[in-house]
């Protein structure tokens, strides 16, 4: 089946350090999501973009879409160790989503 | 509200035998669908329904089977285990479509283990 690729699939900061994950797809999207999966727990969704060139805000988070609704990043200013887990986008198709690999981030106190 | 919920969550068949996973949501949402979660793969999409009555294959449905007789409940169906179905598999719930407005809430999931 398809996979989307998430870059990077690794990542450790350091404490107070940002933190930003990719999504790329080669379709043009309706819509992406993005969850977050504690270790050992379920993903929790986390927000959806629709619109091109779409930026949101939650805390510390920022969301973008991109302009041509093929890419989207999460990025986190001044991690704490609560960020600690894997960040997965959804690609939204008309009924299904098509997860990404994810972005699995350690934070070091 | 219990949300999604999902027995057994750990599961241990050896090859050939058959088990069904349950999946139930009180949230009244129409779309529901199940994913496994291998390492390194993310989530995988088996089977989904868009409501009673109506299924329809995912990315990787061979060897499973599913059926949708009412709105809260889910069922996915291994016909004969394989130790290629190793995996986590979770369940999820949503409003609608995929092209709407459409947070999905994901059941605790089931480990299983096939020998």
């Known amino acids: 089946g398809q996979q989307v690729m998430q870059i990077p699939q690794y990542q450790h900061v350091q404490e107070g350090e940002d933190f930003t994950t990719y999504c790329n797809s080669s379709t043009t999207l309706s819509n992406i999501q993005w969850y977050k999966q504690r270790p050992g727990g379920h993903p929790v969704f986390l927000i959806q973009l629709v619109k091109s060139g779409e930026v949101k805000k939650q805390k510390r988070l920022t969301f973008q879409f991109g302009e041509a609704k093929k890419n989207s990043s999460l990025h986190i200013t001044a991690t704490q160790t609560t960020d600690v887990g894997t960040y997965f986008c959804?690609?939204?198709?008309?009924?299904?989503?098509?997860f990404g690999t994810g972005t699995r981030l350690k934070v070091l106190a | 509200n219990a949300g999604v919920t999902q027995t057994p969550k750990f599961q241990v068949l050896k090859t050939g035998q058959s088990m069904t996973l349950q999946c139930a949501q009180d949230m009244n949402h129409e779309y529901m669908s199940w994913y496994r979660q291998d390492p390194g793969m993310g989530l995988r999409l088996i089977h989904y329904s868009v409501g009673a009555g109506i299924t329809d294959q995912g990315e990787v449905p061979n060897g499973y089977n599913v059926s949708r007789s009412t709105t809260e409940d889910f069922p996915l169906r291994l016909l004969s285990a394989a130790p290629s179905q190793t995996s986590v598999y979770f369940c999820?719930?949503?409003?609608?479509?995929?092209?709407?407005?459409?947070?999905?809430?994901f059941g605790p999931g089931t480990r299983l283990t096939v020998l």
């Open positions: 999820a719930s949503s409003w609608g479509l995929a092209g709407d407005y459409n947070e999905q809430f």
């Open positions: 959804a690609l939204g198709g008309t009924y299904k989503y098509i």
